[in-house]
């Protein structure tokens, strides 16, 4: 019998709410659940915000990272049966839109329960195969190659200390796309909605639109201006879209 949800440290809830749907967010690599503390502003009131803490960031900075989702997935599980009390949606960025998914698929397995919706942004289909090893290129390609992406901030790029404090969890976080091995399962019986940034040289609309082969339900793509991380930059419009679609599951229940 599920639990109400009780304090993880697995999962930081950055807006409560007593009832209505719950938002778990997953953030890009590198990132913490910080990166969803402003979406309060932007989101219907009565949508509970919560967001994914893994090891290795911020609370959680002495803990070992993780960087295979086979290690991962049972261990999110377990943290994740006191949040399953009532309807939830899941929204994932990059790397955190594949842990997302994979999670959706786990907690199907092994609980018998899925999200009423699951939003990846910037992120390929997972049957795309990545072939890029981004976890094991040598430290100064790999943070040359963190610098063309645009993803790690410069005052944390430019601090020689900084940048050995975050590399592990950095490298670990990609690792977990370098490791992943795709595993055909029968589509989620939930919506799948797409976001992506129309500059985006890493992710294009194409491999965007694989996502559609992983739903039974329906799928849309929306793009916004910007590049990867066109939900800093684009955070406005992409929050309002956001909204109109959460809108669609008030007074849901589990």
């Given at each position: 019998?599920?639990?109400?949800?009780?304090?993880?440290?697995?999962?930081?809830?950055?807006?409560?709410?007593?009832?209505?749907?719950?938002?778990?967010?997953?953030?890009?690599?590198?990132?913490?659940?910080?990166?969803?503390?402003?979406?309060?502003?932007?989101?219907?009131?009565?949508?509970?915000?919560?967001?994914?803490?893994?090891?290795?960031?911020?609370?959680?900075?002495?803990?070992?990272?993780?960087?295979?989702?086979?290690?991962?997935?049972?261990?999110?599980?377990?943290?994740?049966?006191?949040?399953?009390?009532?309807?939830?949606?899941?929204?994932?960025?990059?790397?955190?839109?594949?842990?997302?998914?994979?999670?959706?698929?786990?907690?199907?397995?092994t609980?018998?329960?899925?999200?009423?919706?699951?939003?990846?942004?910037?992120?390929?289909?997972?049957?795309?195969?990545?072939?890029?090893?981004?976890?094991?290129?040598?430290?100064?390609?790999?943070?040359d190659?963190?610098?063309?992406?645009?993803?790690?901030?410069?005052?944390?790029?430019?601090?020689?200390?900084?940048?050995?404090?975050?590399?592990?969890?950095?490298?670990?976080?990609?690792?977990?796309?370098?490791?992943?091995?795709?595993?055909?399962?029968?589509?989620?019986d939930?919506?799948i909605?797409?976001?992506?940034?129309?500059?985006?040289?890493?992710v294009?609309?194409?491999?965007?639109?694989?996502?559609?082969?992983?739903?039974?339900?329906?799928?849309?793509?929306?793009?916004?201006?910007?590049?990867?991380?066109?939900?800093?930059?684009?955070?406005?419009?992409?929050?309002?879209?956001?909204?109109?679609?959460?809108?669609?599951?008030?007074?849901?229940?589990?």
């Amino acid at each position: 019998m599920l639990t109400a949800a009780r304090p993880s440290p697995w999962i930081v809830t950055h807006r409560p709410s007593s009832s209505g749907l719950r938002l778990i967010c997953f953030p890009y690599a590198g990132a913490g659940a910080s990166v969803f503390r402003s979406w309060g502003e932007g989101l219907p009131p009565d949508v509970e915000i919560c967001a994914v803490q893994l090891p290795g960031r911020e609370s959680r900075i002495t803990e070992c990272p993780v960087g295979d989702l086979r290690e991962l997935l049972p261990r999110l599980g377990e943290a994740f049966e006191p949040y399953l009390d009532r309807p939830f949606a899941f929204f994932g960025h990059s790397i955190g839109a594949l842990v997302s998914f994979e999670l959706a698929r786990e907690l199907r397995r092994t609980k018998g329960v899925e999200p009423l919706h699951v939003f990846v942004s910037s992120c390929p289909a997972p049957h795309h195969p990545d072939s890029d090893r981004l976890s094991e290129l040598p430290e100064s390609e790999f943070v040359d190659w963190l610098k063309q992406f645009n993803g790690t901030p410069p005052e944390v790029l430019h601090h020689p200390e900084l940048m050995q404090l975050v590399l592990p969890t950095l490298r670990a976080d990609f690792s977990l796309r370098d490791r992943y091995l795709h595993r055909d399962e029968p589509p989620l019986d939930c919506p799948i909605t797409a976001f992506g940034g129309m500059a985006d040289s890493h992710v294009s609309g194409a491999k965007l639109e694989g996502w559609k082969q992983h739903t039974r339900e329906r799928f849309q793509l929306w793009l916004f201006q910007g590049d990867h991380f066109f939900l800093r930059t684009a955070q406005e419009p992409m929050l309002e879209a956001l909204s109109s679609l959460v809108s669609r599951y008030h007074g849901a229940s589990q």
